[in-house]
């Protein structure tokens, strides 16, 4: 991190980026996304925080992360963003985490 870190390709606005199954069986339309694979902490907090500020109330931002505490951090971020935790699934190689602004 710092100043060797590969610049990522960052979604702005709020404009939809695509679709989420959740483990309920319900779909999400996910207005932005975060790349964090790589990051450490606490940047995928500030990431998420960032993100959180660009989307409008009941958007579903997805944040796509390698790094185990920051997956154990963001979920209880969420009461202080005024956002909900939706769900966190574990793919092979990285979390999924899915965040709804309130």
């Known amino acids: 991190m710092g100043l060797f870190s590969r610049k990522k390709s960052e979604t702005t606005g709020a404009a939809p980026t695509g679709q989420a199954?959740?483990?309920?069986?319900?779909?999400i339309t996910i207005a932005q996304s975060?790349?964090?694979?790589?990051?450490?902490c606490p940047r995928p907090q500030l990431m998420t925080k960032k993100a959180i500020g660009?989307?409008?109330s009941g958007d579903v931002i997805e944040i796509v992360l390698d790094n185990p505490s920051s997956v154990e951090?963001?979920?209880?971020?969420?009461d202080e963003l005024n956002a909900a935790h939706l769900e966190t699934i574990q793919e092979p190689?990285?979390?999924?985490v899915y965040i709804r602004k309130d």
């Open 21 to 27: 199954t959740l483990s309920d069986g319900s779909r």
């Open 34 to 40: 975060v790349d964090c694979l790589g990051d450490s």
């Open 54 to 56: 660009q989307v409008g």
């Open 73 to 78: 951090a963001l979920p209880p971020m969420c």
């Open 93 to 96: 190689r990285c979390w999924k």
